[in-house]
């Protein structure tokens, strides 16, 4: 991407493009989500233009308790995060996204335990 457009800004740009859906179940609430994720190149002149996009999708499973009382509160506890992507074109031509899928799967392993932490104290 550098050897592309060197040292040019970037802009991330992530839309939804499938409704995101969610399934209740006896062991938990399941949720997928479906996008594009389009990096940019901020040209001189103002404009982008696309250096790749990736077709995204992630699903999510999280138990969901509520307690009812003096003081109520939402508990999100997450199961699993499991996201995936694929090149769906490039500007910059073909490369690998498996240090980039590679870099999610470590991210998620860092942050489910973050997110618990903060959840499992409940949202009032």
């Not at 499938?18 to 062991?27: H, K, L």
């Not at 996009?53 to 992630?58: E, I, R, W």
């Not at 910059?92 to 899928?101: K, T, V």
Request: hydrophobic share 45%.
């Amino acid at each position: 991407l550098y050897e592309a457009y060197p040292d040019r800004n970037l802009t991330l740009w992530i839309r939804v493009t499938e409704p995101v859906t969610f399934e209740v179940a006896t062991d938990g609430v399941s949720g997928k989500a479906e996008g594009v994720i389009e990096w940019l190149v901020n040209m001189e002149d103002g404009s982008y233009e696309s250096a790749f996009t990736l077709d995204a999708q992630v699903n999510l499973c999280v138990n969901i308790s509520v307690q009812l009382g003096s003081t109520s509160a939402l508990y999100l506890d997450i199961i699993s995060v499991d996201p995936y992507i694929q090149l769906h074109s490039s500007n910059i031509g073909n490369f690998s996204i498996d240090p980039l899928q590679r870099f999610l799967t470590f991210s998620r392993a860092l942050m489910v335990p973050f997110v618990n932490g903060f959840l499992n104290k409940g949202i009032p």
